[in-house]
């Protein structure tokens, strides 16, 4: 057996407030002494580089894979030919992280926290055999998961710390 990082997915449908939620549990965990990565899923697409800029001109020239890097900083972009699943994401974080969040990755193998919005959408989208661990809510859902207010993401984030952070690591099961 192998020590692991846990993966949490906060998951949810558009515009319910997953990014929001997720700045606040990494200030909280963070502010509580824990290094943690994180990783967006993004079903539409996107482009990090800007026209005109050096990566922008050899990506655009035909290279596959451009990578930039500082003392600081380093990001790869590169062309896939589907999408990853998280578990291939994981080792491009790197080391030395307690624990990783993502957005999204609602049918990953990965413990879940759903982010439910009164008048978003009706129902729950993750059960427990979507690996539902807790719900973030402005009302009362029907569920056997814990359930914390949208406004409270220090309580989300201590039933996390409690609930994977502290103790002895798990091996993963992804």
Not at 18 to 41: F, M, N, P, Q, W
Not at 124 to 130: A, F, H, I, R, Y
Not at 144 to 171: C, T, Y
Request: some cysteine; proline content about 5%; aromatic content about 6%.
């Amino acid at each position: 057996m192998f020590l692991v990082t846990p993966i949490i997915s906060i998951v949810g449908k558009s515009n319910v407030g997953k990014t929001t939620l997720l700045e606040k549990l990494i200030a909280e965990l963070v502010s509580s002494g824990y290094r943690v990565a994180a990783i967006k899923h993004n079903k539409h697409g996107f482009d990090l580089d800007r026209p005109g800029k050096d990566t922008w001109r050899l990506a655009r020239a035909g290279a596959s894979a451009v990578a930039i890097a500082s003392a600081h900083q380093l990001a790869v972009m590169r062309e896939v030919e589907g999408e990853p699943a998280l578990e291939e994401l994981l080792p491009l974080l790197g080391d030395g992280y307690d624990i990783v969040l993502t957005e999204g990755y609602k049918n990953g193998p990965a413990p879940k926290v759903e982010v439910f919005r009164a008048g978003v959408y009706d129902s729950l989208l993750c059960g427990d055999e979507d690996c539902l661990i807790a719900v973030a809510t402005d009302v009362e859902v029907e569920t056997g998961a814990p359930q914390f207010p949208l406004d409270n993401a220090s309580a989300l984030s201590d039933f996390i710390e409690e609930k994977f952070l502290k103790g002895p690591r798990r091996e993963r099961t992804l």
